[in-house]
């Protein structure tokens, strides 16, 4: 695999990005905009109503973003008439057929225009409506596939996925792709096209019942997981993840495809520069939660291993492989992109990591104190989780529904308040249990290989680094990540 230069393949590239205001997809443009600025155009597919919205969305939450500042600085007054050369925001929706887009002749300007496509649109919750995830992961997916085979100069296309789509399986997980309707519990009859129908039918009967907003926002949400679960996937996000990736395989005809599935994505570690980062993710929530305090106990296996992986590795792990396949020969390829294989890291150092920071650095409260944090109590089963609450919750629970009904529910708000509580604990470790004790490896033996090939034939093998090797876990974490996520999450 000879990959010359990657300058010189994105020089004068048209390239479409979904999902542009994303967390990846922001790092993917400004990387590109500050090392190649002879690119030739970014067409930035965002959801708004119209131009004047997404133009709006590209300035609040795309350029306007401090990720933005190193090519601020580099291009001086020139930056605003930079970015209106190089970017063209295109408003629309991937759950539609040519994406949405309502401009006929915009669309014949990017069907002639566009060199490489990205799918980077998503919705990640784990529990999102059934309806909307299915429109966005998946039957999206089959859409970007459709768009991209039309573009007349197509090179390749890229469709990022979650290392996770792999559900509960254990051991060694590989880089093999899903075949249409193939499930994890080997339960047949998955037909994308009768889950649409299911949704279909489910909303049809809500509406007749008269059942309010919120009530089809939490049907759609059960039904996710039911439908996830059923065939064998722990959650919505992932099971609609692996749909799209089976509808990618499909419709990509005789295009060069590309399925990138990054692990558990964490703040940049070296570019723009260190420690940026956006949204809250799994491992940063815990983070939050114990240095306010909130957090007493965790539930998981401590020595299991948790795959990291810095989102400009996984950015630069999209650009080389765009360079790789980008043949215009009919192929599909699939990298996982993660750490848990070359350089493992595991819930206990994450630990020791918060512990050392946080009490080096503690957080400071609302009330102007600082929150001394201590060592976490680690419950390892979910038996020991249940007791917990039963002693803790449930029996106190139980004893204030007695006092409540003794007293004719006088107590009927602490009750109701701490029921609720309870319900939405339960859940929340029901929907992350699977990644708690999460017991994989990731494979990436053709991740190593394009790693290969960038040593060896890449003239610009420093400048697009994507080897974890090179990750020191623990100076990662108390010098960059801690940081930038008290710095930009934590607020």
Known sequence: MELGSALHFLDNKSILVTGAAGFLAKIFVEKILRVQPNVKKFYLLLRAADHKSATHRLH??????????????????????????KITLIPGDISHEDLGIKDCNLVQEMLNEVDVVVNLAATTNFDERYDVALGLNTFGAKF??????????????VHVSTAYVSGEKTGLILENSYSMGETLNGVSGLDINFEKKIIEQKLNELRL????????????????????????WPNTYVFTK???????????????????????????????????AEGVRTIDSLAMGYAKGKLTFFLGDVDSVVDLIPADMVV???????????????????????????????????????????????????????VI????????SMASFHRYMALRYLLPLKGLEFANTAFCHFFQGVYSDLNRKISFVTRLIDIYRPYLFFDAIFDDINTEKLRMATRSSLAENDMFYFDPKCINWEDYFMNTHMPGIVKYIFK
């Not at 059942?211 to 949400?221: F, L, P, V």
């Not at 944090?373 to 390892?380: A, F, L, N, S």
């Open 373 to 380: 944090v201590g060592k976490v109590r680690v419950m390892d």
């Open 144 to 157: 970007v596939a459709n768009f991209s085979k039309k573009c007349v100069k197509l090179k390749v296309l």
């Open 316 to 370: 630069n792990a999209i650009i080389v492989a765009m360079v790789a396949h980008a043949s215009n020969q009919p192929s599909e390829t699939i990298y996982q992109v993660g750490s848990s294989m070359r350089n493992p890291v595991k819930y206990h150092n994450l630990q020791d990591f918060g512990y050392r920071y946080f009490s080096k650095k503690p957080w400071i409260n609302k009330d102007g104190k600082a």
């Open 60 to 85: 609040n939450e795309i350029i306007g973003k401090d990720l933005f500042k190193v090519l601020k600085e580099k291009c001086g007054k020139n930056f605003s008439s930079f970015i209106s050369e």
């Open 209 to 232: 019942l008269g059942a309010s907003d919120k009530e089809i926002t939490q049907a759609m949400k059960d039904l996710g997981i039911q439908r996830a679960r059923f065939y064998g």
């Open 242 to 276: 692996a749909m799209g990736e089976m509808l990618v395989g499909e419709f990509k005809a005789n295009m060069a495809t590309i399925i990138l599935r990054p692990t558990i994505i964490t703040s940049t570690f070296k570019e723009p520069f260190p420690g940026w």
